[in-house]
């Protein structure tokens, strides 16, 4: 099969880091690795250009709509990932013609906390004239869009299987390894986690480590990333946005191996895709995980005791990793049997993937 993802400029990218650009290239890459497949990221609104990722893989940029749009003949199946609201018109108007035997389809895989822009974005997919499937990647966002897309499937973020960690391999550990993993933004609690830092930087009984992903995009979050990298007080590891290399993944694998309790302190949870996919390669390195009950979370963790409403949330924590010990063996075998149960790791999320393509092409229901 030859595959397109479709989007505006910026809004995927092979050699970013984050939610949206690892999952499409990580079931880019499982794609191509399975028989005779071609991946290609289909890109308008910027400058013409062509990057090759491997022989049967490329980004291709280009900078008007209209010469983008030509190019989607030449796939058997594109996946719409994101378009200005302007540029619905045009892409409709094309989708409406006879285009070969090409399939379209459309990847859901954000829900905005405004109901004007949600509203907005869901009729604005309404709008196309889709001949293919709507993937969404959280249950409310699969809720949504069945009601008027009977076609619609679920498939969460993909997880590599080296991620994965044998419940066997875990055992309590001496100090507390608390971990941060994220974005400097203020939608990911930045602010709040620095303060929590600087507290218990004073302990002997634990180990910080923040991973700060650095992405210059105002002021404020410049100001965040320039107090850490100055600061003494704990480990801060500065990952630099636009400059991907699979040895980001590694350091991820790496640092949620050596970590006993993760936080994932949302602010709000259109901050990152709706499934996180932190949470995810958290859970699937069976690291207990303290973040907020927003959007499918608590569907997806399952543990109440670690997913602190708003109001409790800075106040619970201390005491939940004073009390570490007596309850994170209970906390690895309820992770370890969710996780058997969503099987969100690669291979199985592109098996869901390829497998509704091939259904698609052979004209099953």
């Known amino acids: 099969m030859d595959i397109a993802f479709f989007g505006y400029h910026g809004s995927f990218d092979y050699q970013n880091i984050g939610g949206t650009n690892s999952m499409i290239r990580r079931l880019s890459t499982e794609i191509i690795g399975r028989g005779n497949n071609k991946v290609d990221y289909i890109l308008y609104g910027g400058e013409n250009k062509e990057i090759k990722h491997q022989s049967n893989f490329f980004s291709r940029y280009y900078e008007n709509l209209g010469d983008a749009l030509l190019q989607l ?17 045009p892409i409709k108007k094309f989708l ?66 080296d991620f994965f960690i044998p419940l066997t391999e875990k055992e309590l550990p001496g100090k507390i390894r608390v971990t941060f993993i994220g974005r400097i933004d203020h939608g990911k609690g930045v602010p709040d986690v620095i303060k929590l830092f600087k507290k218990l930087a004073q302990r002997d009984d634990i180990e910080l480590s923040f991973y700060g992903i650095h ?10 990333h320039n107090y850490l990298i100055t600061q003494k007080l704990f480990k801060f590891v500065s990952v630099p946005f636009k400059k991907w290399t699979p040895d980001t993944d590694l350091m991820v694998q790496s640092a949620l191996k050596q970590t006993d309790i993760f ?19 958290a859970m699937a390195s069976l690291c207990p995980v303290v973040t907020k009950p927003y959007g499918n979370i608590p569907d997806l963790y399952p543990s109440t005791r670690c997913i602190i409403d708003d109001k409790h949330f800075w106040n ?7 009390s570490a010990h007596e309850w994170m063996s209970d906390e690895w075998k309820l992770i370890n049997k969710q996780n058997k149960t969503l099987s969100f790791d690669t291979k199985s999320i592109c098996d869901t993937f390829i497998r509704a393509l091939q259904n698609v092409s052979e004209g099953v229901k």
Not at 76 to 84: G, L, R
Not at 263 to 281: A, G, M, R, V
């Open 316 to 322: 619970n924590i201390e005491p939940l990793i004073n």
């Open 215 to 224: 992405w210059e995009h105002d002021t404020s979050v410049v100001a965040l």
């Open 96 to 161: 409406s013609k006879k285009n070969g035997s090409t399939f379209f389809h459309i990847l859901y895989l954000e829900w905005p906390e405004s109901i004007i822009k949600r509203k907005l974005k869901f009729e604005l997919g309404k709008l196309l004239p889709i001949n293919g499937i709507s993937f969404t990647i959280s249950y409310r966002l699969f809720n949504y869009v069945k009601q008027w897309d009977k076609r619609v499937i679920l498939f969460f973020p993909p997880v590599s299987q």
């Open 263 to 281: 936080l994932q302190p949302y602010q709000k949870l259109s901050s990152t895709i709706d499934t996180p996919l932190l949470l995810l390669e």
């Open 73 to 89: 003949k030449n796939y058997d199946h594109v996946i719409i990932i994101y378009f200005p609201p302007l540029d619905v018109l």
